[in-house]
């Protein structure tokens, strides 16, 4: 079975420009996360989607960066405009979404954003 | 103050070494523990899961929850240099909607 998949895996931009990274969950898999990982540091909860609908988009940047998951399935987190502070990894992980609690997130590998 | 606090290390041990990572946390609402493995440029892949106090054990990894101190573990007995990583704690509660709260993790050398 296929994991999460991540694209791109890497990602120069210079700051002020857009950027885009695209999520597909596990077969499935109702939920999504988008997490931030500072070097250092554990993933930070982004959003979280159960579906289409976004639950928890309380840690979302809405100034500058939005999400999407249309179909339910995969996913795009955008940033416009990319400030230096954003060089990070941006990890996405799935769940099946069924338990109606705590479940087991499956990670992707992470776009590793940097911004110059 | 942080929800969850991990020292970041690093830690390093010789093979064979029985490891212990530790972290804190200060909300006594979160019930669930888990214990995360990250490797270099790779995502979070979850090792342990543990519901409230107690021991659980699995292969050479024993996860340890201690709620009355707010103080979770993880032993790895024989430890390989493959288990060269970064360990992340996390809990996890219905703090208005589950959430999972990931420590800063820690990283472990284990040396040849």
């Known amino acids: 079975e296929a994991g999460v998949v991540q694209s791109p895996r890497y990602k120069i931009i210079e700051k002020k420009q857009p950027v885009a990274f695209w999520c597909n969950p596990i077969?499935?898999?109702?939920?999504l996360y988008w997490y931030l990982q500072n070097l250092g540091q554990g993933p930070e909860l982004l959003i979280r989607?159960?579906?289409?609908?976004?639950?928890?988009d309380s840690q979302l940047p809405k100034d500058r960066f939005s999400a999407e998951r249309l179909k339910g399935v995969d996913s795009t987190l955008k940033i416009q405009p990319a400030e230096l502070g954003d060089s990070a990894v941006y990890l996405c992980?799935?769940?099946?979404?069924?338990?109606?609690?705590?479940?087991?997130?499956?990670f992707g590998p992470g776009t590793r954003l940097l911004v110059l | 103050q942080k929800e969850v606090e991990q020292d970041p290390g690093p830690l390093s041990v010789p093979e064979g070494a029985i490891v212990s990572l530790n972290c804190t946390y200060s909300?006594?609402?979160?019930?669930?523990f888990m214990w995360y493995r990250q490797y270099s440029r790779k995502g979070p892949e979850l090792l342990m899961y543990?519901?409230?106090?107690g021991n659980k054990e699995d292969g050479r990894f024993t996860a340890q929850v201690d709620k009355s101190s707010k103080y979770i573990s993880l032993f790895i007995r024989d430890s390989q240099p493959s288990d060269s990583a970064t360990y992340l704690c996390?809990?996890?509660?219905?703090?208005?909607?589950?959430?999972?709260?990931f420590g800063a993790g820690t990283r472990l050398f284990v040396k040849a």
């Open positions: 992980a799935s769940s099946p979404g069924l338990a109606g609690g705590p479940e087991t997130q499956y």
């Open positions: 077969s499935g898999h109702n939920t």
């Open positions: 989607y159960e579906n289409e609908e976004a639950v928890d």
């Open positions: 909300n006594s609402a979160f019930q669930y």
């Open positions: 543990t519901y409230s106090s």
């Open positions: 996390a809990t996890e509660g219905n703090t208005g909607g589950f959430k999972t709260i």
